[in-house]
């Protein structure tokens, strides 16, 4: 779990948790951007992948613009 707790052993452990599930996301958001380097390719197969890949990054964009302006204005 990464959830806050509210006890500082519990959320000690839930910190760890949490820095390791960021290194693992941090390391398929990379493979995934990989992957969009072969969106000039004339392979449909290819492409199909490439394209995913790149849609995909553009939708987690836009998600986490949403998450950061949606606590930007709760900061308010």
Same mark, same amino acid.
């Given at each position: ?9 519990? #959320?000690?452990?839930? &910190?760890?948790? &949490? ?8 390391? $398929? ?10 969106? +000039?390719?004339?392979? $449909?197969?290819? &492409? ?5 890949? $790149? #849609?995909?990054?553009?939708? &987690? ?9 949606? +606590? ?5």
């Amino acid at each position: 779990s990464i959830e806050p707790y509210g006890s500082s052993q519990i #959320d000690k452990e839930r &910190l760890e948790n &949490l820095e390791t599930l960021l290194e693992v996301i941090d390391k $398929y958001i990379k493979e995934i951007k990989e992957v969009t380097m072969y969106r +000039n390719r004339y392979e $449909y197969s290819i &492409l199909a992948i490439a394209n995913r890949a $790149y #849609d995909w990054l553009v939708e &987690l964009r836009d998600y986490t613009d949403d998450i950061v302006r949606e +606590n930007e204005r709760k900061e308010e």
